[in-house]
């Protein structure tokens, strides 16, 4: 943290990768994170938890850089006695009938941003993710992240990442949460490859039951079986 810092922004959707840790894993997991922004330097020996928090770090790292811009704008601005004056519009001056030449501009934009963003960005545009939300392209680098770091495994081509994002998609049935469950699953039992959580039958049923009775009434209230909508 920076110095005179005293608040840092928590993304809502980290909800959605903390919900796949169990309790303990996630108390580990804040523990670290709290360590983190007050300069504590914290290390874990949970591989999860390591990887996890690297894409958290990254975003508290652009974070504190844009803080940290606006605190120089502001302190610039204070010393030229606050913030500068709005212009007054000019006032409105009779065209010329008689058109000039055109005046050719050079116009030169630098665009500086992490590293991270740059590589991000450049995956987006050359693979073809089955589920296009930030989430999902978020939790598909921890996981080649985590094959690199526990497996010293990194994909080869773009054809065989490819490759690997149309099997995860299959055996998730096309369904982004059940991407993301068998993704966390492989990564919590240390697996190379991706591994489909094992499910009980019965409460498979007992769960699409219960998905259908939320949708229609039962009335059995004159001994006859009826429903509604």
Not at 88 to 101: A, F, H, I, L, R
Not at 134 to 156: A, C, D, G, P
């Amino acid at each position: 943290m920076a110095e005179g810092k005293k608040s840092v922004l928590l993304y809502c959707d980290l909800i959605h990768t903390i919900e796949k840790m169990d309790n303990e894993t996630a108390g580990q997991f804040f523990k670290h994170y709290l360590r983190y922004i007050n300069d504590l330097n914290p290390q874990t020996d949970n591989p999860l938890v390591d990887i996890v928090f690297e894409s958290v770090k990254q975003n508290l790292k652009r974070d504190l850089k844009k803080w940290e811009s606006r605190a120089e704008k502001s302190r610039e601005n204070g010393k030229k006695g606050g913030r500068p004056p709005k212009k007054e519009p000019k006032e409105t001056q009779q065209v010329n009938s008689k058109p000039k030449k055109p005046v050719k501009d050079t116009v030169t934009v630098t665009v500086t941003d992490t590293v991270n963003d740059i590589l991000l960005e450049k995956e987006t545009k050359e693979i073809v993710f089955p589920f296009q939300s930030e989430n999902f392209i978020q939790q598909w680098q921890i996981w080649k992240q985590y094959k690199k770091e526990q497996h010293k495994f990194t994909y080869k081509s773009e054809a065989s990442e490819q490759a690997a994002l149309t099997q995860l998609q299959k055996m998730a049935t096309n369904r982004e949460l059940k991407a993301i469950e068998i993704i966390h699953h492989t990564m919590a039992n240390g697996w190379k490859g991706f591994v489909e959580p094992k499910i009980d039958p019965r409460k498979e049923t007992q769960e699409a039951f219960q998905a259908v009775k939320e949708k229609i009434n039962f009335d059995f209230s004159d001994g006859k079986l009826s429903f509604e909508r």
